[in-house]
């Protein structure tokens, strides 16, 4: 069984620039979730997905984030325009059980 | 006060010793607790997860819950240097799906 993958692993933009995140659930997961890890500090929650429907989207930081995810498989997180805060790593989580959540390996996102 | 703290560490251990590796939170509705292990630049792997006081057991792993301590660990018997790794202690508080985590301890196990 495939894991959660995520694209891409890395990416480095200029600060005011657009960056696209795609994370691939496991098959057949309905939770989708994402997480952000800024250096230094701890894993942070930014918002979940059931199916295609937002469930929860408190952990978002602001409106310069957007996610998706159209027919209820992938997912993509769309920062615009980007600052420099936004550097860090962005993980991906899919889960059938909503305790038991597997994570994607994350893309180290650098805005310069 | 953090949500979910964990002693940074390094905790350094040799080869076959047992690791002990604490975690304490603050919400005492919690109702999840999970461990995950995350080698240097891979994802957070679930390890363990535990939902009642006492001992969990898995392999080599030992998850043990004291609620009114708020406190749990992870026990790793017979520590090998591939154990070497951060490990995360992530909690749901009462009524949300969602983990806090802490910062993590790094571990390292020596030949």
């Known amino acids: 069984e495939a894991g959660v993958t995520q694209f891409p692993s890395h990416s480095v933009i200029e600060k005011g620039q657009t960056v696209t995140l795609r994370c691939d659930p496991i098959?057949?997961?309905?939770?989708l979730y994402w997480y952000r890890r800024v250096m230094g500090k701890e894993i942070k929650f930014l918002l979940h997905?059931?199916?295609?429907?937002?469930?929860?989207e408190s952990g978002m930081p602001n409106n310069r984030f957007l996610a998706e995810r159209t027919g209820g498989t992938y997912s993509t997180l769309k920062v615009q325009p980007a600052e420099l805060e936004d550097s860090g790593v962005y993980f991906c989580?899919?889960?059938?059980?909503?305790?038991?959540?597997?994570f994607g390996p994350g893309t180290r996102l650098t805005v310069t | 006060q953090k949500e979910v703290e964990q002693n940074s560490g390094p905790l350094s251990v040799p080869e076959g010793a047992i690791a002990s590796l604490n975690c304490t939170y603050s919400?005492?509705?919690?109702?999840?607790f999970f461990w995950y292990r995350q080698y240097s630049g891979k994802s957070p792997e679930l390890i363990m997860s535990?939902?009642?006081?006492g001992d969990k057991e898995d392999g080599r792993f030992t998850a043990q819950l004291n609620k009114a301590s708020q406190y749990v660990s992870l026990l790793i018997r017979d520590s090998q240097p591939s154990d070497s790794a951060t490990y995360l202690c992530?909690?749901?508080?009462?009524?949300?799906?969602?983990?806090?985590f802490g910062r993590g301890t790094s571990l390292i196990v020596h030949p």
């Open positions: 989580a899919s889960s059938q059980d909503k305790n038991e959540q597997y």
């Open positions: 098959s057949g997961h309905d939770n």
């Open positions: 997905f059931v199916k295609e429907s937002k469930q929860d």
């Open positions: 919400d005492r509705g919690s109702q999840s």
């Open positions: 535990i939902y009642s006081n």
């Open positions: 992530a909690v749901n508080r009462r009524g949300s799906y969602i983990p806090t």
